[in-house]
């Protein structure tokens, strides 16, 4: 277990809480340019969780989704790693929409888990449990939550291996140094959430500098990016994995929105972002509303669910603070519609989540075409959750 003797962050009190967060942007007139904005005498937690609208069918559905995964799966069973680590992410999100108690119960009973019986921090794949440990810091200041929030700063600041050109190398020491799309999320979270609750912006300038390390290795003339840089073996670079861009929308509308609540702003970052997202736009199916798993690919593999899912979640989380307008909110609903599709009930009636794509590492067309699909896969899980609760509420 990283352990550091001198937390090299300590928030001794938290002025910033993830629940308490104003929507304030304004334009040169002084009129509110974004949607998640309430008038300035309702609460901000209360303002958040109603643009979700938390009586709806969606948020009815996402709690269904979480309330059987955690029936059937005990949190202490759910490892240290991004899989659960994306799970939980999404359950702290539903509970900031409905406050229902057994949700925090269940993501708190896992880190606590972890606390007591030890992790590693090692890539960036160990990194995303320390979201979860952000947003409980954000009701609270506890030492325990806190230090997995130091112990993955000092991995990102200090342990972590890095690539000739500075970027934080995604499988740390267990591989040749190389950067992954998937890390856009996987450090990025933490650092956009800390960067927000702490209000040290060293943390969000570290991500940008990080996104300027991958832009131009990664991205592509179309906006899309590719699986990784200098992994070696026999890796196609002119396929597009969903999943791998999903993570970036996801993250990078995120960034973007705590930029913007602080009162600046991305360019860089911005275009990144925008391009991206004009790249996947010109590849979702029209019949389902998803994307195929390699995206300029139709027809040659399959539609999966997690990949859609966190498109929906990263465009219309960017529509609701002014990133993106009404076609990509339209692309938003469409692919939320297409994740419903793939939510079918189980023996008892309880919604389970299908077609999931199993993890994948940066390959070739054909072993791409290998990834086997499964049921009910906990990142997969947690992206519909997020897919369901982001999107509700944006129609009449």
Known sequence: MNRIPNPIVRVLGISLLLSATQCTSTTNDGSANYYDLCDADVPAAECYATRRAPESEQVDLATDIALRWM???????????????VLMFALTELHRVT??????DYYSAWLDHHIQEGYNIIWSDSCPPAITAIALLSETSTDEYQQVVDDVL???LVDARRTDYGGISHNGDLGAPSIWVDSVFMFGMVLTRWGELSGDVSFLDLMSEQMGIFAPRLQHENGLMQHAFDWPGNVDTDI???RGNSWVTASLSEYLRVRLL????????????????????????????LWWTIMNRPGEIYQETSGPALFAYGMARAYRYGFLGEQELAAALRAVEGVKGRIEPDAQGRPVVTDISLGTD???????????????????????????????????
């Not at 406050?99 to 925090?104: F, I, N, V």
């Not at 600046?264 to 736009?281: I, Y």
């Open 71 to 85: 029936d059937e799966h005990p949190a202490e069973e759910q490892s240290w790693d991004w899989g659960p680590g």
């Open 99 to 104: 406050d229902d108690e057994r949700l925090r």
């Open 362 to 396: 940066p390959t070739n067309f054909e072993t791409y075409a290998s990834v086997p699909l499964r049921d009910d896969i906990n990142y997969g899980v947690g992206a519909a959750i997020l897919a369901l609760i982001e999107t509700s509420g944006l129609t009449d």
């Open 240 to 242: 597009y994995w969903n």
């Open 154 to 156: 000092q991995y990102l």
């Open 262 to 289: 602080r009162g600046e702003s991305d360019p860089a970052v911005q275009k990144m972002f925008t391009d991206q997202v004009r790249g996947a736009l010109e590849l979702q199916d029209a019949d389902t509303g």
